[in-house]
């Protein structure tokens, strides 16, 4: 079955650039979506369709695509940003769903 | 505003079944396409199964494939997971979610989840 490629683990330092990629051989032709769950709480989505930007997710939340990578990048990383990151596309096909394995991002 | 809330979780044993609910409220349930999202304890991520808005099509993870049924009651505003065959890999904490887009022009995503429901299953 399809799988979506997340590193495991991200570390940065307040304020410094966090980049988070997900890699999968559909991504040239599926959109990838980025979720944020905080510890105890239902996951919220931080980019969709690879680049935009929901309302009330703050700008230092950006999203790209190039090639089977697609990348979450948080500009001025935040204590606050400190959470596990998923990214979410479909299968070739299109039929199914699949998350990445999950990014724990720790800003310290 | 819009609420989402599934129950039916519980203890199951292995290859028995259970029925999950998520009732919606605060939209109009009809005009929505739903998923069902599940997060192993201290996992990741895991789709499980998505209906459009009108019922007339459904997608299923391989891995629930052929034993977990997802359906619609728009007259209770309500979408359910039919789980038979458990196993204990399935043991996990179950969302509903919403999905906002279009999953036939490949633009779904999901704008709003449920408290989620656990389901154990374990002898």
């Known amino acids: 079955s399809y799988e979506l490629t997340q590193p495991p683990s991200v570390s940065v330092s307040p304020g410094q650039t966090a980049r988070i990629t997900c890699s999968g051989n559909?991504?040239?032709?599926?959109?990838t979506y980025w979720y944020q769950q905080k510890s105890g709480q239902a996951p919220v989505v931080v980019i969709y369709?690879?680049?935009k930007r929901p309302s009330g997710i703050p700008e230092r939340f950006s999203g790209s695509s190039s090639g089977t990578m697609a990348t979450l990048t948080i500009s001025g990383a935040q204590v606050e940003d400190e959470a596990d990151y998923y990214c979410f596309s479909r299968d070739s096909s299109g039929n199914q769903g699949v998350f990445g394995g999950g990014t724990k991002l720790t800003v310290l | 505003q819009v609420h989402l809330v599934e129950s039916g979780g519980g203890v199951v044993q292995p290859g028995r079944s259970l029925r999950l609910s998520c009732a919606a409220s605060?939209?109009?349930?009809?005009?929505?396409?739903m998923h069902w999202v599940r997060q192993a304890p201290g996992k990741g991520l895991e789709w499980v199964a998505l209906i459009w808005y009108d019922g007339s099509n459904k997608y299923y993870a391989d891995s629930v494939k052929g034993r977990f049924t997802i359906s619609r009651d728009t007259s209770k505003n309500t979408l359910y997971l039919q789980m038979n065959s458990l196993r204990a890999e399935d043991t996990a904490v179950y969302y509903c979610t919403r999905d906002l887009g279009d999953w036939n022009l490949g633009t779904s995503y999901f704008d709003y989840w449920g408290q989620g429901t656990l389901v154990t299953v374990s002898s």
């Open positions: 369709e690879d680049s």
């Open positions: 559909a991504l040239p032709k599926k959109y």
């Open positions: 605060g939209f109009t349930f009809s005009d929505y396409g």
